[in-house]
C-alpha cells in the first residue's frame, strides 16, 4: 500500500485583491468587488474537487475546503500529478487576478504525528511565501489588463447572475474560472443538500421587481430613519491558535468544516428571515470570517444574533477543548458617509475598525465609532429603546439627544454656539425632568432614574457619558432621523 500525501493549498494576497476592485474604472467597483468576493468563495471549494474529478479519484479524498484554502489526502503516486495541476490552477488565478492572488500548496507524506506532518507543510507554506512576497510589482504588469477585462466576469458573471445559479462548473481549459453553466465537472449550489454540494452562503436583497440584487441606494432608502447603508465583517478570534493545539489530522478536518458550515449556512438562514431578507446581502462568508453589507438599521441587529448563535455554536461543539480561543467571535460595523459611496472604500474601513477592536479586546465590536463587549452592547440597544420611545411616543424634541452628546467632553472639541453642556448631575436630572413631565409620576422617574444610571458615570462632580450610553445615544440619532 502506497504512502498517503497531505495537499494543503492556500489563497495568499485575499485583502489587497478585493481592495483593487474597480481600480481600473469599468465595471463599477461596488459589483466587481461583490463578484471578487463570490469569486474567492467559490475558488477553494471548486479547485481541490476539480483535482479530485480529474484524476478520478473519490470525494472522500476531500478533508476540508473552502475560506481561502483546502486540504487533500491523496495517494502517493498522485504527487507528481496533484503539484502540476495546482500550478497551472495558480497560473490562471494569478493571471485572472491581476497579479494580486497566488496559489501556493504544501505537499507532503502523511507520516508521524500530526504535529510533525503540520509543521513540514508550515515550512513549506513559509518558503512558497516568501518567494511570492520577494517578487516585484513590476512583474505584475502583464496582468493588469486581463484583471480590468476580468472585472467584466467578476462584476456581469458571478456577481450578476450567482445569486439564482443553480450549479457551477469547471474545465481544464480555464482552471481559474468559476462557470455558471456546464463544465466539464458541475456542482450543485443547493446549500448541501447533497453528499457533494458546495457549501456557499450567497443571500442577495434583491431589487424592487426582484430581477437582480438591490443596490446600495436602494438599501439605504429601506432603511428606518437615516436613509444610508454600512458593511457588517466578522472573524472568530485566535482560531489559528485553537487550530495549532490540535492533535490529529481528523480533529483539524472536523473544526475546519463545522467553522465554514457555520457561517456558510446559518449566514444564509439569517439573511432570509423577515427583518433581513430585504435589506442586507452576502459578501462573503469564509472558514472562520464573513462580510455583508445592507440597510445600516439591520446590521446591528444582524450582528447580535450572529454572536448569540456562534455562542451557542462554540458551547455544543467545543466545549471538550479547553481554553478561550476559537470560541469568541469580534465585529465591526462601518456606515457609508454617503449613499454613493463606494463599497470598497466602506467594506476596507469596516477592515480597519475589526484589526482596531481585535487588538483592544477579543469578543467585542466596534460599532458607531466606540468598540463595546457584546454585554455592553445589549444594554446599549435596551437604552436606544427608551430614547427612541421617548422621541417617538413620549413627544420629546430630538434636540435632547444632541444635547445628551453635549455631556461627553472629547479631548480639545469646541462646543458650538448654542449647544448647551451640562457639567453637574443635577443639572441632567433637571433637564430630564423637563423632558418627562409629559409621562406619569411614577413613570416619570423610573425614566429618569434609567437615563441617570445607564448614561452616565458614578463621579458625583461630573457628568461622562458611557461608552454603551454613547453608542446608544447614536443609534437613536440615527433611528429617529426624518
Known sequence: MSVQILVQGKLLGIEPFLLSAGAGGSPPEDAALLGRSQWLALLSEVVPRALLA???????????AGGGQFLLVLPGEAWGAAREFVEKAGCGIQDLSGGHLR??????????????VRRRLSEDFERQAGAAAAVTAEAFAPFRDV???ADDYFAGELGGRLWQAESVGWSPEAPARILLGPGKHNWSLALGRGEDDLVLARHAAPSEDGSQPADLITLARRAQGRQAWGVLRGDVDSLRIRLRRLQTVEEHVRLSVIYKQFFAGELEVLCSQPEFWRKVSVLYSGGDDFAVY???????PLARE??????RFSEENLKDFPGPEGKTISMAVALAPQVDAPLVSVFAETGQSLEEAKASDKDCIHVLGRTLEWKQLADAAELKDT???MVNDLGSSRQFLHELAAFYRQG?????????RFEKPWQFERRLNRLLTGAR??????LRAHLSSEMMGKSAAQVRLRPAGLVALEWARLFTEV
Open 412 to 420: 480639545g472639541r469646541l462646543w458650538g454656539a448654542g449647544e448647551q
Open 306 to 311: 450572529i454572536e448569540r448563535l456562534f455562542h
Open 147 to 149: 484583471a480590468r477585462a
Open 294 to 300: 445592507g440597510s445600516w438599521d439591520a446590521l446591528i
Open 387 to 389: 430614547l427612541t420611545w
Open 441 to 446: 409620576d411614577r413613570e416619570s422617574q423610573k
Open 54 to 64: 480529474e484524476f478520478g479519484l473519490p470525494r472522500v479524498l476531500l478533508g476540508s
Open 103 to 116: 496559489l501556493v500548496a504544501a505537499i507532503t507524506e502523511n507520516l508521524g504525528d500530526w504535529s510533525v
